[in-house]
């Protein structure tokens, strides 16, 4: 099994910056890809950004490319997701999740941290 552990939500004002965190733990070896997802009140969980964790290949979502970026440490088994320019549109609980198949659905999730966005 892989554990994930989110960090880095809060608050924000619009146009400002943060940077999640996502700690992997357990069976790392195994992960293909990592992802970030978000979910707002009443909306369904969609996609935000992923990455290949053995080539670090990045894939983003229309609404957040050129400004959010995702990254990974594989020495400390932890992917980041730095978000720039912040809307309230982005305000959401990200949710960070892990692909040990190769292949859709994820098979781990976080507990998800809450990004707050104030205009």
């Known amino acids: 099994q892989v554990q994930l552990v989110e960090s880095g939500g809060g608050l924000v004002q619009a146009g400002g910056s943060l940077r999640l965190s996502c700690a992997a733990s357990?069976?790392?070896?195994?992960?293909?890809?990592m992802g970030w997802f978000r979910q707002a009140p009443g909306k369904e969980r969609e996609f935000a950004a992923s990455?290949?964790?053995?080539?670090?290949?990045?894939y983003y979502a229309d609404s957040v490319k050129s400004r959010f970026t995702i990254s990974r440490d594989s020495a400390k088994n932890t992917i980041y997701l730095q978000m720039n320019s912040l809307k309230p549109a982005d305000a959401a609980v990200y949710y960070c999740?892990?692909?040990?198949?190769?292949?859709?659905?994820?098979?781990?999730w976080g507990q998800g941290t809450q990004v707050t966005v104030s205009s």
């Open positions: 990455i290949n964790w053995r080539v670090g290949s990045t």
């Open positions: 357990g069976r790392t070896f195994s992960i293909y890809n």
């Open positions: 999740a892990a692909d040990v198949t190769g292949s859709l659905p994820y098979d781990y």
